[in-house]
């Protein structure tokens, strides 16, 4: 059974950090893409950052500079830090693995960026 488990959100004041955790069991992470996707209330789900298995990554273009995607494939764990945050950060922040097509989704984990 492959599972896909999101840790790290939390409530944050806007310019503050986070950094998220997506831990996988049942696949090993090598030949996957990895990404993280968000969805705020009333919007669509929308990709944040992705990376090949071959360590490309790419960014949705209003949040380069901010967020930087990584993988640790010895921890089959990909990462998101999240920098210099604001209000319209808060989602729900979901992380995909995908492989020809084969996909599996996380479960979610909120983030809240507020005073």
């Known amino acids: 059974q492959v599972q896909l488990v999101e840790s790290g959100g939390g409530l944050v004041q806007p310019g503050g950090s986070l950094r998220l955790s997506c831990a996988a069991s049942?696949?090993?992470?090598?030949?996957?893409?990895m990404g993280w996707y968000r969805q705020a209330p009333g919007k669509q789900r929308e990709l944040v950052a992705a990376?090949?298995?071959?360590?490309?990554?790419n960014y949705a273009d209003d949040l380069k500079g901010r967020f930087t995607i990584s993988r640790e494939n010895a921890k089959n764990t990909v990462y998101l830090q999240m920098n210099s945050l604001k209000p319209e950060d808060t989602a729900v922040y979901y992380c995909?693995?995908?492989?020809?097509?084969?996909?599996?989704w996380g479960q979610g984990t909120q983030v809240t960026v507020s005073s």
């Open positions: 990376i090949t298995s071959d360590g490309f990554a």
């Open positions: 049942g696949i090993r992470i090598n030949i996957y893409k």
């Open positions: 995909q693995a995908t492989f020809y097509a084969n996909a599996y």
